[in-house]
């Protein structure tokens, strides 16, 4: 990569604006936040930054960084090209909602991931709407963001996600976690269990069908919501109610209610121990009920929940392939990644630790 290159280099300008948005690594609460559930993620150090500055001409101009690609579009046109659909999704919903976007010239760096399933795309939209918040003097608070991000993913990007990846990447910090109730976004920040820490590990399986069957999975949990005819499965806590629904909708419907649970049960300050059962729990369901994992990613998980001062260990946003997330102890993440990933990687995997960031160590 270029590292060299930078807004001043591509647009002969300075920026006039500049944001970040971090990452997120989900860990409890998978599949269901478009069901009004809860979910539990944190921010992670990686990032995107977007720096913007007004376009001398009446383009829109994006540069990514890590593609070496610009995209130019007049400002009425459309894209579905990478970043830049994001990018363009963001000003798009703006002017919806009635306010007048200029040309812009618009500079993306990131160190998230793509395609890892720790939301490189809401990653970008929060960037990119703090950085015209910030440019266009805008009123619109770390909630209307997230809203907004999430409307231009659902809109632009085509995948009909839920609000968790854009408010994480708002709202949440690498220091705690995230408690939020999707349904009324009423959240509350808490710790991870004593002496723990997070450890992500990428499966190295690309998420090739995350977007055809993400958006079937949603669907089989509303018509789930409606033969039980409640407003969504959030509404349903009793595991055994959903028992009289056809298959697929009977585990579909049983993942959503049983890891609503595990949530709730996770943030009552439980020990490192139960935290992990529940992460075990959580996987071995999405797997079998929700059917959403893959040999590499439940390979990953078997490896890591075997190895000891694992609490626990499960894949981490949409499935189909990407990461796996594992709960610790303290100071073990990095020995714990690395005797695991050459493990992994020896049976023919391209697996890698994603957090905590190995890239710091000194070069001996
Ligand atoms: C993706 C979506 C989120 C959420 C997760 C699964 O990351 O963007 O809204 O549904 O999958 O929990």
């Known amino acids: 990569m270029n590292t060299q290159v930078d807004f ?4 002969n300008a300075a920026p006039q604006a500049e944001a970040s948005a971090p990452g997120r690594v989900n860990l409890l609460g998978e599949h269901t936040d478009y069901n009004d559930g809860f979910v539990l993620p944190t921010a992670i150090p990686q990032h995107t930054t977007v720096s913007i500055g007004f376009s001398p001409n009446q383009n829109h101009h994006f540069y990514s960084l890590e593609l070496q690609e610009q995209i130019d579009l007049e400002t009425t046109a459309d894209t579905d090209e990478g970043f830049s659909s994001y990018l363009l999704g963001c000003i798009r919903v703006l002017e919806k909602a009635g306010q007048q976007i200029p040309p812009l010239n618009v500079f993306v760096v990131s160190t998230v991931p793509i395609g890892s399933g720790l939301s490189s795309s809401a990653a970008l939209e929060v960037a990119m709407l703090r950085g015209l918040r910030s440019l266009l003097d805008l009123n619109l608070d770390d909630v209307k963001i997230a809203q907004l991000g999430q409307k231009a993913e659902i809109q632009y990007a ?6 968790m990846d854009q408010m994480a990447s708002s709202l949440a910090d690498p220091q705690h976690l995230l408690l939020l109730d999707t349904r009324t ?3 509350q920040l808490v710790r991870l269990p004593d002496d723990t820490e997070i450890l992500v590990m990428d499966s190295g399986i690309p998420r ?9 999975r949603r669907a089989e949990c509303e018509a789930a919501a409606q033969q039980l005819g409640v407003k969504a499965l959030r509404d349903i806590t009793d595991p055994t109610a959903v028992e009289a629904l056809p298959e697929p909708l009977l ?3 049983r993942h959503v209610v049983t890891e609503n649970n595990r949530v709730l049960e996770a943030i009552q300050g439980v020990p490192a121990e139960r935290f992990g059962e529940l992460m075990n729990a959580s996987h071995t369901s999405l797997r079998d009920d929700y059917e959403v994992s893959v040999p590499g990613l439940d390979r990953l998980v078997d490896l890591l929940q075997h190895t000891a001062g694992v609490f626990g260990a499960r894949l981490t946003g949409a499935g189909f392939g990407g990461a796996c997330v594992a709960l610790v102890a303290t100071g073990k993440a990095k020995t714990i990644g690395q005797s695991v990933l050459e493990r992994y990687n020896s049976e023919a995997h391209q697996g890698a630790i994603l957090v905590p960031e190995l890239d710091a160590e000194p070069i001996v």
């Open 208 to 216: 090739t069908l995350a977007g055809s069957g993400y958006n079937q």
């Open 185 to 187: 976004l009423d959240r």
């Open 251 to 253: 585990r579909r419907a």
């Open 8 to 11: 001043q280099q591509i647009f």
């Open 158 to 163: 085509g995948v009909q996600c839920g609000i």
